[in-house]
């Protein structure tokens, strides 16, 4: 019955959202400690993913993209909770986002295994893939 529930509404808050130009998932209700429910996200990964990348392409130079900052933050953190949702799918992804160049990427990367509960080996790829890059000089 539950199941039902969420369905339902996650439905009426995708209308909403369409109709009110907001990011779906921004609609997603969470606890008192700002958690979503993540039984409201059932995108496919793609979703998630390209959401992910979205956020990506917005941090290249204002010059190349001008993008509002609070949706850059929203797709990044609904991006990452909705990997987060789709469980061991995302693994691979998450893995692929230790190496990135850019270090929040690396950050989330690291955060969607730990939540899904792969834990980095003393010294193993996901620790040493999350340390700053060196810098040739």
């Known amino acids: 019955m539950t199941g039902t529930w969420i369905r339902a509404h996650a439905v009426l808050l995708h209308a909403f959202a369409r109709f009110s130009r907001r990011m779906r998932e921004s609609l997603y209700p969470v606890d008192r400690s700002g958690r979503p429910d993540l039984r409201y996200y059932t995108a496919p990964l793609a979703h998630y993913v390209a959401m992910y990348e979205a ?63 792969e834990r980095p080996k003393r010294e193993g790829n996901a620790v040493r893939a999350t340390r700053r890059p060196s810098r040739p000089r």
């Open 55 to 117: 956020w990506l392409d917005g941090l290249r130079p204002a010059s190349q993209r001008r993008a509002d900052g609070q949706r850059l933050f929203a797709l990044r953190v609904h991006a990452t909770w909705g990997l987060i949702a789709r469980g061991t799918e995302a693994m691979d992804y998450a893995r692929g986002l230790l190496r990135h160049e850019e270090a929040d990427a690396r950050e989330d990367g690291a955060a969607i295994l730990a939540a899904l509960g």
